[in-house]
């Protein structure tokens, strides 16, 4: 075993910020979180676990056993604002086009963020942590309305949420899950950490462009394939493969809404083998 060694360059690591929040409304008839939402105007998460507390057992005169209680999770969310969809699960309702009807139902939903992971020799640019969490619901929010002065502050919303932990298999229930981009290292694992992200926050149409591998007989032109130039793709006028070209396949894609997907799919894409 090699000697133990602290403060190596590029160990000093540290965990900031908050961005890219989402909140998904669960949907109690498909058992699965509905479309989510972008939640902009985040100014604090606090992840608060709770529980866990010992009963000690004694006997022979001595301290025999620790038993632990189960434990809770719980978080607080600070914003300056919240995205209209939030507000259902916050118990309200809207009879009408501008109206809103508080102390209603309150609704369950999942949440995701991002933190960032720093170290000493690239500073915020090193990574970042994916936090996603279920079944949450939130209690009510004090909103406190002062006089607009010279010393002028926007109101900053507060939000307590209680969480109940989903179904992971080979492990205990959880709410809460965590994906560290900086493990993620080849780019068969970054593949996997995007597809997870595109999951996350969704995507938009477009074309995607695929190199093709030539058997040496095809025609380019009339299959269709595609050249690179500069950043741009151009159709391939080559009636016979070039073999000092890389030619390319387009694919339309349609765009996909955002999504939180339980544990258990997050864990089998990010142990796939994408690609293989």
């Known amino acids: 075993m090699a ?10 690591f540290y965990e900031t910020g908050n961005d890219r929040a989402v909140v998904y409304p669960y949907n109690n008839t498909n058992k699965s979180y509905d479309k989510g939402y972008a939640w902009n105007g985040i100014t604090g998460v606090t992840e608060s676990p709770s529980g866990a507390d010992e009963t000690a057992i004694y006997a022979d005169n001595i301290k025999y056993l620790s038993l632990r209680a189960a434990e809770e999770f719980g978080m607080t969310v600070t914003a300056y604002t919240y995205p209209d969809e939030f507000a259902e699960m916050d118990g309200s309702a809207f009879p009408t086009k501008g109206v809103r009807i508080y102390q209603q139902a309150r609704k ?4 995701s963020y991002r933190s960032i992971i720093g170290n000493d020799t690239e500073s915020n640019d090193h990574g970042y942590m994916l936090h ?4 949450l619901t939130a209690s009510p929010s004090e909103r406190s309305y002062s006089t607009v ?14 969480g109940v ?26 593949a996997k950490l995007k597809a997870l992200e595109d999951i996350l926050w969704g995507t938009d149409a477009g074309d995607v462009y695929t190199a093709v ?5 095809e025609n380019p032109a009339t299959e269709g394939w595609y050249e690179k130039s500069g950043n741009t793709y151009v159709l391939s006028a080559d009636t016979t493969v070039d073999a000092q070209k890389t030619y390319y396949s387009k694919t339309t894609v349609t765009a996909t809404d955002a999504r ?17």
């Open 213 to 217: 591998t030539p058997v040496g007989s």
């Open 149 to 162: 002065n010279d010393s002028p502050e926007a109101i900053e919303f507060s939000w307590e949420m209680t």
């Open 108 to 111: 369950t939903f999942g949440f």
């Open 260 to 276: 939180l997907p339980l544990p258990d799919e997050v864990i089998a894409l990010l142990s796939s083998n994408i690609g293989g």
């Open 165 to 190: 932990p989903v179904a992971i298999t080979g492990y205990k229930n959880s709410c809460l899950l965590t994906v560290k981009s900086t493990d993620f290292v080849t780019p068969e694992e970054q």
């Open 132 to 135: 996603l969490i279920y079944g």
């Open 3 to 12: 000697k133990l060694l602290w403060d190596q360059t590029a160990e000093h």
